[in-house]
């Protein structure tokens, strides 16, 4: 069984972290775990998959994280794609917290973006493989206002089952 997070915050990565789910278990990050992904950017990613992802990769403007930003800039800038996701665990809004490049707000967006695609072309990957390789796949999605009244999730589960109609797949709104 595997569980993977669609999004819409990092609220369901928390939780598929909290039954013991990480990286140093054998997960493998996958494109929505820690992100901010809309219901209309989700359906448009995986509508396409992904051939769009690193379209339009721009900077925006957003709330630098909590913490200790003595050692780095001002932050305050995180980036957006042409689905209209938002990636602030990228941005130099969380440069404070980042593992690799700590306190460099430039990381992710140096070299058009080399690092930031780097990163994200293997969580494409690792969320391509779970589908291929996986039988039992669990999705995980946040509850968030008008998700359930707007028929996203089911036009999300509809998408899945059209694109992939031998796998069962279950959905989890948290």
């Known amino acids: 069984m595997v569980y993977i997070s669609l999004g819409v915050n990092c609220r369901p990565r928390k939780y ?15 494109p929505f775990d820690l992100c901010v992904t809309p219901f209309p950017a989700l359906k448009k990613c995986i509508e ?5 992802f690193f379209e339009n990769l721009s900077l925006i403007p957003g709330p630098n994280a909590s913490g200790d930003r003595s050692l780095c800039g001002d ?30 707000d430039e990381f992710y967006i140096r070299n058009n973006f080399a690092e930031f695609k780097k990163r994200y072309q293997v969580r494409i990957e690792n969320f391509k ?20 009244s707007d028929g996203s999730l089911d036009y999300i589960c509809n998408v899945f089952s059209g694109k992939y109609p031998n796998k069962p797949f279950k959905y989890l709104l948290i």
């Open 16 to 30: 598929i972290k909290s039954l013991g789910y990480s990286r140093t278990s054998g997960y493998k990050t996958c």
């Open 48 to 52: 396409t998959d992904f051939a769009h």
């Open 75 to 104: 932050g305050g800038v995180n980036i957006s794609n042409s689905y209209g996701m938002i990636f602030n665990h990228e941005g130099s809004t969380h440069s404070h917290l980042f593992i690799d490049g700590t306190n460099d």
């Open 129 to 148: 493989e779970y589908i291929r390789c996986s039988d039992d796949i669990i999705f995980v999605f946040s509850k968030y206002p008008g998700v359930e």
